[in-house]
C-alpha cells in the first residue's frame, strides 16, 4: 500500500512539473511570410516588448552596439530565390539579421550563419552584406517589435521592421517567372491561330473566340465573347505543352492561376486545349479553327 502511494505521489509530481518547451518566455517567437512571383521571403524573430520602457533607442539598444532586431537566437530572413534588397543583389539563402542603429542612419547588415545567439555578434567585416538605411519614426509606439510586408506588387515588395517609435521600411525586388521562361526560348508556333472556346455556367454553354498570338516571345490569348474582350497570357511549366493561366490589364499581368492549360497536339501542332478548373474539373475547353 505503501509503495503504490509512493509510486501514485511520484507520478504526480512529475506530471505536475512544466515541460521545457512549452515555457513562455519573454520575447515570444513570430515568423511572417509573403510569396511574391513565385519567391518566397520568410522572416523570422523573436518579438520584445517595451514593458512600459518609454524608449529602447539609443538606451537598450545602443548606437555603438550591433543588435539583431529581436531577441534569444538572432533575426532571421530566407528567400528561396534570389532577390535584391535596397538595389543590392542577396542570392537565395537564409541569413542572420544585424543592426547598427546609429542616429540618423542604421546600418542592415546580412551574415550567412542564419544560427547565431543575440550576443554572438559578428564583426562587421564578417557581414555578407550592409545597407545604410535612414530609419523613420512614428508619433505612436508600437509594444510588440514587429515584421510585416505592408506593400506587395508584382515585381517586389516592401518589407518593415516597427518597434517603440521606430519604422524600418527595406524595398525587396524579385526575379520575374515570365523573364526565365522567355530565356528558355520556347518554341510557340505549334500553339499559335484561332480557337472556339467553351465553358460552362450554371448549366449554359457561352462560346467564345480565342486568338493565339506570340507577343514579344510570351503566348497570349486574346479572348472575345460573352464575358466581353479581355487578355490572358498563357505563362509555360516545365511541364511539355502545359501552361499557366494569367490574367492582363493594361499590358500587365494581374492576377496569375494555378491551375494548368494542357494543349493537345497532333503532327506538331495544337489541335485544342483545356483550362483546368477546382479538382479535376475542366473550367474551358479550346477547339481550333485556323
Same mark, same amino acid.
Given at each position: 500500500?505503501?509503495?503504490?502511494?509512493?509510486?501514485?505521489?511520484?507520478?504526480?509530481?512529475?506530471?505536475?512539473?512544466?515541460?521545457?518547451? &512549452?515555457?513562455?518566455? %519573454?520575447?515570444? $517567437?513570430?515568423?511572417? +511570410?509573403?510569396? *511574391?512571383?513565385?519567391?518566397? =521571403?520568410? /522572416?523570422?524573430?523573436?518579438?520584445?516588448?517595451?514593458?512600459?520602457?518609454?524608449?529602447?533607442?539609443?538606451?537598450?539598444?545602443?548606437?555603438?552596439?550591433?543588435?539583431?532586431?529581436?531577441?534569444?537566437?538572432?533575426?532571421?530572413?530566407?528567400?528561396?530565390?534570389?532577390?535584391?534588397?535596397?538595389?543590392?543583389?542577396?542570392?537565395?539563402?537564409?541569413?542572420?539579421?544585424?543592426?547598427?542603429?546609429?542616429?540618423?542612419?542604421?546600418?542592415?547588415?546580412?551574415?550567412?550563419?542564419?544560427?547565431?545567439?543575440?550576443?554572438?555578434?559578428?564583426?562587421?567585416?564578417?557581414?555578407?552584406?550592409?545597407?545604410?538605411?535612414?530609419?523613420?519614426?512614428?508619433?505612436?509606439?508600437?509594444?510588440?517589435?514587429?515584421?510585416?510586408?505592408?506593400?506587395? &506588387?508584382?515585381?517586389? %515588395?516592401?518589407? $518593415?521592421?516597427?518597434? +517603440?517609435?521606430? *519604422?524600418?521600411?527595406?524595398? =525587396?525586388? /524579385?526575379?520575374?517567372?515570365?523573364?526565365?521562361?522567355?530565356?528558355?526560348?520556347?518554341?510557340?508556333?505549334?500553339?499559335?491561330?484561332?480557337?472556339?472556346?467553351?465553358?460552362?455556367?450554371?448549366?449554359?454553354?457561352?462560346?467564345?473566340?480565342?486568338?493565339?498570338?506570340?507577343?514579344?516571345?510570351?503566348?497570349?490569348?486574346?479572348?472575345?465573347?460573352?464575358?466581353?474582350?479581355?487578355?490572358?497570357?498563357?505563362?509555360?511549366?516545365?511541364?511539355?505543352?502545359?501552361?499557366?493561366?494569367?490574367?492582363?490589364?493594361?499590358?500587365?499581368?494581374?492576377?496569375?492561376?494555378?491551375?494548368?492549360?494542357?494543349?493537345?497536339?497532333?503532327?506538331?501542332?495544337?489541335?485544342?486545349?483545356?483550362?483546368?478548373?477546382?479538382?479535376?474539373?475542366?473550367?474551358?475547353?479550346?477547339?481550333?479553327?485556323?
Amino acid at each position: 500500500m505503501f509503495k503504490a502511494a509512493a509510486v501514485f505521489a511520484v507520478g504526480l509530481t512529475l506530471s505536475s512539473l512544466p515541460i521545457a518547451s &512549452a515555457q513562455i518566455r %519573454a520575447s515570444e $517567437r513570430g515568423s511572417v +511570410s509573403q510569396t *511574391v512571383d513565385g519567391t518566397i =521571403i520568410t /522572416v523570422d524573430y523573436a518579438r520584445p516588448q517595451l514593458r512600459g520602457r518609454d524608449s529602447v533607442f539609443g538606451k537598450v539598444v545602443r548606437a555603438t552596439h550591433t543588435w539583431t532586431p529581436g531577441a534569444n537566437w538572432a533575426t532571421t530572413i530566407e528567400v528561396n530565390r534570389p532577390v535584391q534588397l535596397n538595389g543590392r543583389e542577396v542570392p537565395a539563402g537564409k541569413y542572420s539579421v544585424w543592426i547598427m542603429a546609429a542616429p540618423g542612419e542604421w546600418t542592415i547588415n546580412l551574415h550567412q550563419n542564419p544560427r547565431l545567439f543575440h550576443t554572438q555578434h559578428p564583426k562587421a567585416e564578417e557581414m555578407f552584406l550592409a545597407l545604410k538605411v535612414p530609419p523613420q519614426w512614428s508619433e505612436e509606439p508600437v509594444e510588440v517589435l514587429t515584421f510585416d510586408f505592408p506593400r506587395v &506588387a508584382r515585381d517586389g %515588395a516592401t518589407l $518593415r521592421m516597427r518597434w +517603440s517609435t521606430a *519604422v524600418l521600411p527595406l524595398e =525587396i525586388a /524579385v526575379q520575374s517567372s515570365r523573364a526565365a521562361v522567355a530565356s528558355r526560348g520556347l518554341e510557340l508556333a505549334p500553339y499559335l491561330g484561332s480557337y472556339t472556346v467553351t465553358t460552362e455556367v450554371e448549366g449554359k454553354t457561352i462560346e467564345m473566340k480565342a486568338e493565339l498570338i506570340d507577343s514579344n516571345g510570351s503566348l497570349r490569348a486574346v479572348m472575345d465573347g460573352a464575358w466581353g474582350s479581355f487578355t490572358m497570357e498563357f505563362i509555360p511549366t516545365d511541364k511539355p505543352h502545359q501552361f499557366v493561366p494569367a490574367f492582363m490589364e493594361g499590358g500587365k499581368v494581374v492576377d496569375v492561376e494555378e491551375t494548368p492549360v494542357i494543349f493537345e497536339l497532333e503532327a506538331g501542332r495544337a489541335t485544342g486545349f483545356i483550362v483546368m478548373g477546382i479538382g479535376q474539373d475542366v473550367w474551358m475547353r479550346g477547339k481550333r479553327k485556323s
